[in-house]
């Protein structure tokens, strides 16, 4: 069966305003408490344990919080990598050293994001993880993740691909936000496991 790919793109925009509706409601306390849970399970991830540098990113709002794992990572003696939002979307990177080394950044009329404030390394040092936390908004039975929009992470995807790199690629979600199925088009790539504050699940690539 052929994939129309607007259709596939309008089933997004809906899914994402749906998903966006229910975290814009959640209590900060809640958001607070998912965060520790969401850190304490990816803790116990063995890709985790045997990482030497992690890709990661600072969550804003009410996404699931990174803030607590960013520091046990750090304190473990991970190199963590965060991502810095260029013009065209792509991503740069740089060191995550602790929070007196973010700074809050607005790009145009966007939600604020916390970048690293140290030295460039370049789009291509993503290629350098061992793992690569990403954002979204919800991810399937397949491992298909559904992001934001902006196509930045699909970026990083490709340049993986692109390299060779084959990091294990894990999505930080709510519980609710494991679903059954988004729409899914020819250039997404499934993730290897989604946390949430229960638990891990693993899917097959």
Do not use: C, I
Request: aromatic share 4%; no cysteine; glycine share 10%.
């Amino acid at each position: 069966m052929e994939h129309d790919g607007r259709a596939d793109e309008s089933d997004k925009r809906r899914l994402r305003r749906d998903l966006l509706s229910v975290r814009s409601g959640l209590p900060e306390d809640d958001v607070r408490e998912a965060g520790r849970a969401l850190a304490a399970r990816a803790l116990e991830l063995p890709e985790l344990a045997r990482a030497r540098t992690v890709a990661a990113y600072v969550s804003v709002g009410s996404e699931p919080g990174t803030g607590a794992l960013l520091d046990a990572l750090r304190a473990r003696g991970t190199r963590v990598l965060l991502p810095v939002l260029l013009p065209d979307n792509d991503l740069d990177w740089g060191e995550f050293t602790g929070p007196e080394s973010l700074a809050r950044v607005r790009h145009g009329g966007r939600m604020a994001l916390f970048e690293p404030t140290g030295a460039r390394l370049g789009p291509g040092a993503v290629t350098d993880a061992d793992v690569v936390l990403l954002p979204g908004l919800a991810v399937d039975a397949r491992g298909m993740r559904l992001g934001r929009g902006g196509g930045s992470y699909d970026r990083v995807l490709a340049r993986l691909e692109r390299a060779g790199a084959r990091p294990r690629l894990v999505v930080l979600l709510y519980d609710t936000e494991v679903v059954d199925r988004v729409p899914a088009q020819a250039h997404d790539r499934p993730v290897h496991a989604v946390v949430t504050p229960s638990g891990v699940r693993r899917f097959v690539r």
